[in-house]
Nanobody
Framework: HVQLVESGGGSVQAGGSLRLSCAAP?????????MAWFRQAPGKEREGIAG???????RYSDSVLGRFTASADHVTNTLYLGMDDLKPEDTAMYYC????????????????WGQGTQVTV
C-alpha cells in the first residue's frame, strides 16, 4: 500500500517561490515507477505538471517549464517540487501521485494520490 503526504503549500505573492514535498514513508513500488505532481484549480480539470520516474527522467507541462523543478529522493521515497516565479494562474490545489511504469499526464492512470496542498498566488 502506498501513502502519499504532501506539504509545503501556502500563500505567496506573484514572483515568489515555494517548495512542495511529497513523502511516501514505507511505501514500496515496482522496479519502474513514476511520482508526479498534478494541480487542480476551481472549475478546471486536474492538470499534470511534472513527473520524475525511477530512472530519473523528468517531464514538465508547458505551463510550468522553466519555472518549476521536480526532484526525487528514491532512498526516502520523497518527491519535491520547487516553484519559482509564481503567477496568479498557478493558484490551485497541488497533488502528488504515483504509479507503476512511466510518467503519464493522464490523472486516471495513477493509482495513488495524496490529500493535496493549497497554493495561492
Amino acid at each position: 500500500h502506498v501513502q502519499l503526504v504532501e506539504s509545503g503549500g501556502g500563500s505567496v505573492q506573484a514572483g515568489g517561490s515555494l517548495r512542495l514535498s511529497c513523502a511516501a514513508p514505507g511505501s514500496t513500488y515496482s522496479s519502474h515507477y513514476c511520482m508526479a505532481w498534478f494541480r487542480q484549480a476551481p472549475g478546471k480539470e486536474r492538470e499534470g505538471i511534472a513527473g520524475v520516474d525511477s530512472d530519473g527522467r523528468k517531464r514538465y507541462s508547458d505551463s510550468v517549464l522553466g519555472r518549476f523543478t521536480a526532484s526525487a529522493d528514491h532512498v526516502t521515497n520523497t518527491l519535491y517540487l520547487g516553484m519559482d516565479d509564481l503567477k496568479p494562474e498557478d493558484t490551485a490545489m497541488y497533488y502528488c501521485a504515483a504509479r507503476a511504469g512511466v510518467c503519464d499526464t493522464a490523472s486516471g492512470r495513477y493509482n495513488y494520490w495524496g490529500q493535496g496542498t493549497q497554493v495561492t498566488v
